[in-house]
């Protein structure tokens, strides 16, 4: 690789995740899913409700295409859909079951592979990276 992609940290970051990118396309198909489909149940957390709206901004997509997306997931029981307690007009998804035990698979494999890409750092190399992509996803700390 040249020096000037070795300095060009958004190839970096993309070059480390296509294995990751592999993983989740070859268990995409293995459950009849789309890739956004299949990245929609790994943005949801346990216990965690969010508008259906939050996740355009989340996908980088048209919120039009959001509804087909939980469409999919919920028709797989995957995810379930209902109206928010506040606005009618909005709706609030979650994982079932059936998707939470999904994600946790899901993030089990690619825990497995995430060695191949990063196995010339240390330990701390590793969690120092770790933290930095973390804090890079986090919302900027609130001013008063």
């Known amino acids: 690789m040249n020096e000037q992609m070795n300095q060009n940290l958004a190839w970096l970051l993309i070059r480390a995740s296509l294995p990751a990118k592999h993983v989740l396309m070859k268990q995409a198909e293995l459950h009849d899913l789309t890739i956004v489909q299949f990245l929609t149940l790994c943005l949801l957390e346990k216990d965690q409700e969010l508008p259906m709206n939050g996740l355009a901004p989340l996908l980088n997509c048209d919120p039009s295409y959001v509804t087909g997306i939980v469409d999919r997931l919920v028709t797989l029981e995957l995810m379930e859909r209902h109206e928010c307690p506040t606005d009618r007009r909005a709706k609030i998804i979650r994982l079932t079951t059936k998707g939470l035990e999904l994600r946790a698979a899901i993030m089990r494999e690619l825990a497995e592979m995430q ?9 701390a190399e590793l969690e120092t990276l770790t933290r930095l992509l973390v804090k890079s996803f986090s919302p900027p700390p609130k001013t008063t």
């Open 115 to 123: 060695q191949k890409p990063l196995e010339n750092l240390t330990a």
